[in-house]
């Protein structure tokens, strides 16, 4: 029997799971709520885009700085993000997070301060993370 | 919409003053050690110093335990051990009275605070302070 390796993926084509071994037939009927392409992909650096796998793009967000006044007046931009990403900021010390929608540009403010992980996700596009110290 | 962290202004100064202590606390460590019995030892060594001084540092150190047996260890003279002991807490004073000092300020110019920018402002002025001592 041969090794077969198939990497299924949901509607939006994200891979939910490879399968590696000797029946795939079981496996597509086992998942049959997902579409299958053959070969090994992960999920961490690809997605399927018209049933072919393609590697997922890095984001543009960018910040505007990385240091910030714990004031609650001062502000981070982060700008470029896409459109409607989750966003979450939290506190490395205490683990305290804060997160919402966010489409392009928004700012971030704090009177904690601390080291703070600025975080966007938005598929297909890779997470975006950084670290941001209010003082 | 905007992401804020933001808490009640009694919230941060209390969380403010917790800080300002906690690093008096960390730079008082630079200076003086907390391990078990060091602090009555080292009390124990000043007054035994200061009175090695005050009778005119005498040759036979005998009479003076601390002084003696920290000379006998160190291959140092009574008089080196005496002169060192005491400028170590001269030291201590001079720099302990200077974190104290910048501590109370600290706390009052926090207590006294009306907005987030002066409970932050407080804390950066000790922070310099203590960071240069």
Not at chain 1, 18 to 31: F, K, W
Not at chain 1, 56 to 77: E, N, Y
Not at chain 2, 46 to 58: F, I, R, S, T
Not at chain 2, 62 to 77: C, D, G, N, V
Request: aromatic share 8%; hydrophobic share 40%; glycine share 6%.
């Amino acid at each position: 029997m041969m090794q077969v390796e198939l990497t299924f993926y949901d509607p939006a084509g994200e891979i939910m799971c490879v399968y590696s071994g000797q029946n795939p037939e079981g496996q597509t009927e086992a998942l049959s709520e997902y579409a299958w392409v053959e070969g090994h992909y992960e999920c961490g650096t690809h997605y399927i885009l018209a049933g072919e796998p393609v590697e997922r793009p890095t984001q543009p967000t960018a910040l505007d700085k990385t240091d910030l006044v714990a004031d609650g007046v001062d502000v981070v931009v982060i700008a470029h993000a896409p459109s409607n990403a989750a966003f979450t900021a939290q506190n490395l010390e205490t683990g305290e997070r804060i997160g919402g929608l966010i489409s392009g540009t928004d700012t971030f403010s704090t009177v904690v301060p601390g080291m703070w992980l600025l975080r966007v996700e938005k598929f297909p596009y890779l997470p975006w993370e950084e670290t941001i110290n209010a003082v | 919409m905007p992401f804020e962290i933001t808490r009640p202004l009694e919230q941060l100064q209390n969380e403010a003053q917790a800080r300002i202590d906690a690093l008096a606390g960390q730079a008082r460590l630079k200076y003086i050690s907390t391990s078990p019995g060091q602090d009555a030892t080292y009390t124990a060594k000043l007054k035994d110093a200061e009175a090695y001084v005050a009778a005119g540092y005498p040759t036979d150190a005998s009479a003076y335990k601390w002084i003696m047996t920290e000379a006998t260890h160190t291959q140092m003279t009574p008089v080196q051990v005496a002169n060192r002991i005491i400028a170590a807490a001269n030291l201590w004073i001079t720099v302990g009275a200077e974190i104290e000092g910048a501590r109370q300020a600290a706390k009052v110019a926090i207590k006294v605070a009306t907005t987030v920018a002066d409970i932050r402002a407080a804390e950066q002025l000790f922070n310099t302070v203590v960071r240069d001592l």
